[in-house]
């Protein structure tokens, strides 16, 4: 039986090729600190343990890094070998999810470190109100998106468009913010059954975890999401130009 502990995935495994550094991208700075160093920071009050989803030639490196960052927390790391997508880097980690079979296993993209503390909060509030749905996420009304929910008339979620595998793209559009929050049967049971099911993607050939949305409604489970708090907090840093702006947004906020 689930206990109320909230664990936190972090796919971590990009090397960071498109911010032309040879650092590994969890350890490239955003305003001067790496960027799993924000992470521990937005979300240490908020969830009990951290498992960090690594590539094998720097789980070393990054090891080190947080221990060193943050020794007071329960930090693990699971290995993703191979580039094969987020859904697969989601479910390498099950191992040591399953450790304590949590309440709640939220998900965040390593290089999403823009995430305002009011939305973590609402996130919390509306996990526990809503503890038996699958997945509840923040979504972002996005100009010139690069993720699109496409809903139907009733609201739910049917569809996915993403700019990276070619789809067509709406002018404004619904992004997720990477950041999202899975009841325990949702990652351990309907996250698996997803993966069995669904195939490549064609235009990166990797296996997305987006999908899974859409993939709930289409199996008559629940979707819940609310607005973000700032558009800004869905800007994932993949390229010099993301992190210029991110940098700009986060001491912006500093100020405030």
């Known amino acids: 039986m689930p206990n109320r502990e909230t664990v936190l995935v972090i ?39 951290f498992v960090l989803v690594v590539h094998p030639s720097f789980a070393s490196r990054v090891r080190e890094h947080v221990k060193s960052a943050a020794p007071n927390l329960h930090v693990e790391y699971a290995q993703q070998p191979a580039p094969t997508g987020m859904l697969d880097a989601i479910l390498v980690a099950s191992d040591q999810v399953a450790a304590s079979r949590p309440d709640r296993v939220w998900i965040t993209w390593c290089d999403q470190v823009g995430v305002h503390p009011h939305t973590v909060a609402t996130l919390s509030r509306m996990s526990a109100e809503h503890r038996d749905v699958p997945i509840v996420l923040p979504t972002s009304r996005q100009a ?97 130009d993301d992190r210029h702006r991110l940098e700009h947004y986060l001491r912006e906020l500093e100020r405030r």
Do not use: C
Not at 16 to 45: C, E, F, W
């Open 11 to 49: 796919p971590a495994a990009g090397a960071g090729t498109r911010l032309q550094s040879d650092t590994p991208k969890v350890l490239s700075a955003v305003n001067g600190r790496p960027m799993i160093d924000h992470l521990l920071d937005r979300y240490r009050n908020t969830v009990q343990r």
């Open 144 to 240: 010139d998106p690069y993720i699109h929910l496409e809903r139907d008339g009733d609201g739910r979620i049917v569809a996915i468009r993403q700019r990276r595998e070619g789809d067509a793209m709406p002018a404004i559009g619904e992004s997720d913010m990477g950041l999202f929050s899975l009841s325990s049967d949702a990652y351990f049971d309907l996250l698996p059954q997803f993966g069995r099911e669904t195939t490549e993607a064609r235009g990166t050939r990797e296996r997305n975890f987006l999908p899974f949305v859409p993939w709930l409604t289409s199996h008559g489970q629940g979707v819940v999401t609310f607005p973000s708090t700032n558009e800004m907090e869905a800007i994932g840093v993949n390229t010099p």
